[in-house]
Nanobody, 123 residues
């Protein structure tokens, strides 16, 4: 069993930056690929970024490419999402998710989910 806890959300002006963190419990974090998803009110959950359990491979959603960076520190059981050049359309609840094996952009492939952290970008 893995528990995920997100932090780092908040209110920021357009053009600003935030760094989200997702802390995982358990001793097998290094074998889990991790993803970030987001959901805005009235919209479907959207893929943001994912990182392979090795940290060697990363993928991004088209809307965040070049602005967001996913990374992980297996020694700290933590995955990060650095968000730069934020836009009002980035406003959403951001969730981290974990799965054993390779990474995926499909939310249905993930087994474990955090409770989410709110990110609000003002114009």
């Amino acid at each position: 069993q893995v528990q995920l806890v997100e932090s780092g959300g908040g209110l920021v002006q357009a053009g600003g930056s935030l760094r989200l963190s997702c802390a995982a419990s358990g001793r097998t974090f290094s074998s889990y690929s991790m993803g970030w998803f987001r959901q805005a009110p009235g919209k479907e959950r959207e893929f943001v970024a994912a990182i392979h359990w090795s940290g060697d491979w990363k993928i991004y959603g088209d809307s965040v490419k070049g602005r967001f960076t996913i990374s992980r520190d297996n020694a700290k059981n933590t995955v990060y999402l650095q968000m730069n050049s934020l836009k009002p359309e980035d406003t959403a609840v951001y969730y981290c998710a974990g799965r054993q094996g390779s990474y995926s952009a499909y939310d249905g492939h993930y087994t474990y989910w955090g409770q989410g952290t709110q990110v609000t970008v003002s114009s």
